[in-house]
C-alpha cells in the first residue's frame, strides 16, 4: 500500500489532499496535531519511520518548506519516492511599489525560494521524483478575506493526485 505524508493536513488543500487520498497510509503533519514544519528533522524521521513513498509538501511557515523539500531530499535522493511541493501562483506576479500593508511580498518571497529550491533539486539526476504544483488563489482560511475567484482545494488535490501518476509533469500552475 502506498504511504502518504502530508504536511498541513487538517485544513485547506492539505485536508483536500488527505480527504483524496484517505483510502491509503496517510501521516498527517500539522500544527493542530502537535507538529511543526519549523522543526523539519522531526518530520522527516517520521516520514522515514513510517516508510512513505509519497510526500506532500504543503505547510507554509516562512523558509520552513524549502528546509523540509532538501532535508528529505538527502534522504530520498536514491529512492524511487516522490515530492509533491505545494507554492503559489503569486511567484510570477509582477513585484509594484506598493506598501508592506496591501501585498504578502514575504509570503511571496518564501514561495519564490521553494520554487528556486525545487527547480535546483529538478535538475538533480536522481531516482526521487519531484514536482511542483503552483495554484492560484484558493478557497482556504489563509486566504478568506480576499475577493477574487478561488479554486476549490479539492481541485488543487486533484492536481497533486494527476502528478503523482504522470511524472513527466514536473511543474504545473493550476488558475482560474
Not at 538527502?74 to 506576479?93: A, L
Not at 514536482?131 to 489563509?142: A, E, K, Q, R
Not at 475567484?149 to 514536473?170: E, F, G, R, S
Request: proline residues 3%.
Amino acid at each position: 500500500m502506498i504511504k502518504i505524508a502530508i504536511t498541513g493536513h487538517t485544513s485547506g488543500i492539505g485536508k483536500a489532499c488527505a480527504d483524496m487520498f484517505s483510502s491509503k497510509d496517510v501521516y498527517g503533519y500539522s500544527q493542530s496535531t502537535g507538529w511543526d514544519i519549523k522543526y523539519p528533522d522531526q518530520i522527516v524521521q517520521d516520514i522515514i519511520k513510517n516508510n512513505c513513498s509519497v510526500f506532500i509538501n504543503n505547510a507554509y511557515d516562512e523558509d520552513y518548506q524549502s528546509i523540509l523539500l532538501e532535508k528529505l531530499y538527502k534522504h530520498w535522493k536514491n529512492s524511487k519516492k516522490i515530492i509533491i511541493n505545494i507554492s503559489s501562483y503569486i511567484t510570477d506576479y509582477p513585484r509594484l511599489e506598493r506598501s508592506k500593508d496591501q501585498e504578502p511580498w514575504e509570503y511571496r518571497n518564501y514561495k519564490q525560494n521553494l520554487v528556486n529550491t525545487f527547480r535546483k533539486i529538478a535538475l538533480d539526476n536522481s531516482n526521487c521524483r519531484v514536482h511542483l504544483i503552483s495554484p492560484g488563489p484558493v478557497d482556504t482560511p489563509m486566504i478568506s478575506h480576499i475577493s477574487a475567484n478561488k479554486l476549490q482545494a479539492k481541485q488543487v488535490a486533484k492536481a497533486v493526485k494527476y502528478t503523482m501518476k504522470h511524472a513527466w509533469v514536473k511543474e504545473v500552475t493550476v488558475y482560474v
